[in-house]
């Protein structure tokens, strides 16, 4: 009896992946599984790698790699698909389950996974019947998987950036160097913007990570826009602002684009001069309204504000939909077309975008994990997000420096 080539599919963060082995038992489908939230790990890669052991213990491999926060569904797709491939498995991506359906499967939960004749040794197993119905839906893992890595290189979480967890003795070090940077006066901080030297990349991370609100906040742009008496524009609902440690002895571009201007917006303030206004938050009541700024925070602030939600519903988009726009955005790497997507909904998303853009200044170097980026990929400063109070941010009622960092 010729031997039988079996198919399973996963899900692998959202998107639906076919298994296929030459000659092995079958296995039952797995649907609706996340390789993220799998526990334990162990019985899930037993399931998918059957009998193969040495499958298995590639599988364990790789989940022990990603046994650390942080790590992207783009380089995690990638690293289990290597795995799996390196096992003799074959995988695909599916753009739908027409096939299934050609090829006389069913994709239901109760439904045995569809067995297909072998018609062609491994070598080439593009002739078989299974590869010739799937080929106009399925697509190679190696080029589908490599979902776009936008400017990050596929990273997306704060993780990923930091290349390792805080260690204690980091956490304690960054601690003392929150207070200090509280205790110093308004006047030190104006000295420090211009004599001072920016931290770390990891320095603002680990600040980041430790989830003190500071007491000096500082936004940067041309001074006329400070002339009206304003922190930040008061028609919005808030505002990002950022640290005065990460931006010391910067060039007015240099702390342009660290505080994510994007080049189109420099262009236009060329000639101006570029100024960094910095809020002692601890002088007014006004300004104490201070929180992180990842998605969590945005994707609360945004479903709750009227005027945005009824600009998402003209796109027909309720509720749910905005909720998982989401989502989606926060696992796509900064500058990437997010994956999974329908063209129809490719361009809803474009619009859901736009209006974080428009609505709370979000735009698309925003990272949602609380700092900013330019448009190379690189790391900027830590962002924070500063609520509006009754004032409407006014600066002649807080204590505050305008530090000139020279003309653009």
Not at 3 to 32: N, P
Not at 78 to 99: M, N, Q
Not at 163 to 182: F, H, I, V
Request: charged content about 25%.
């Amino acid at each position: 009896m010729a031997q039988q080539d079996t198919v399973e599919l996963v899900d692998i963060f959202g998107d639906r992946y076919a298994l296929v082995r030459a000659g092995s038992v079958s296995h039952r489908l797995l649907f609706g599984q996340s390789f993220t939230f799998i526990d334990p790990p162990e019985r899930f890669l037993n399931r998918l790698a059957g009998e193969d052991h040495a499958v298995l213990a590639s599988l364990l491999q790789l989940v022990d790699s990603l046994g650390t926060f942080g790590i992207s569904p783009y380089t995690a797709k990638k690293r289990l698909v290597d795995a799996l491939e390196a096992g003799e498995i074959k995988v695909y991506l599916l753009e739908s389950d027409h096939w299934l359906q050609d090829a006389g499967g069913v994709p239901s939960q109760s439904s045995p996974p569809p067995e297909v004749s072998r018609e062609a040794p491994r070598s080439q197993q593009t002739g078989s019947r299974h590869a010739k119905a799937a080929a106009p839906s399925v697509k190679k893992a190696e080029a589908a998987i490599a979902t776009d890595p936008g400017i990050t290189g596929g990273k997306v979480a704060r993780l990923e950036f930091m290349g390792a967890p805080a260690t204690k003795s980091e956490l304690d070090a960054t601690e003392a160097n929150n207070q200090r940077e509280d205790s110093y006066s308004l006047k030190q901080q104006e000295q420090l913007m211009t004599n001072g030297a920016a931290r770390t990349n990891r320095e603002m991370l680990l600040a980041i990570e430790s989830g003190h609100i500071p007491r000096y906040l500082v936004r940067v742009g041309p001074k006329k826009n400070f002339a009206h008496g304003t922190f930040a524009n008061p028609s919005n609902e808030f505002a990002f602002a950022a640290e005065p440690a990460d931006l010391r002895g910067l060039s007015a571009e240099e702390a342009m684009r660290k505080v994510g201007w994007t080049d189109e917006w420099i262009e236009k303030c060329k000639g101006e001069e570029i100024v960094a206004c910095i809020v002692d938050t601890h002088s007014d009541s006004a300004f104490g309204d201070i929180n992180h700024l990842e998605w969590e925070q945005l994707k609360d602030k945004a479903l709750a504000n009227d005027d945005f939600m009824d600009k998402m519903s003209a796109y027909n988009l309720d509720r749910d939909a905005v909720s998982g726009f989401f989502d989606k955005a926060e696992s796509t790497p900064v500058g990437a077309k997010p994956s999974g997507l329908t063209d129809k909904e490719l361009m809803k998303y474009m619009r859901f975008r736009e209006g974080l853009s428009e609505d709370f200044s979000a735009n698309k170097l925003y990272t949602g994990f609380g700092a900013t980026m330019n448009e190379s990929g690189e790391l900027g400063g830590r962002e924070l997000m500063l609520s509006k109070g009754k004032t409407g941010w006014k600066l002649n009622t807080v204590d505050h420096r305008l530090v000139s960092l020279g003309d653009l």
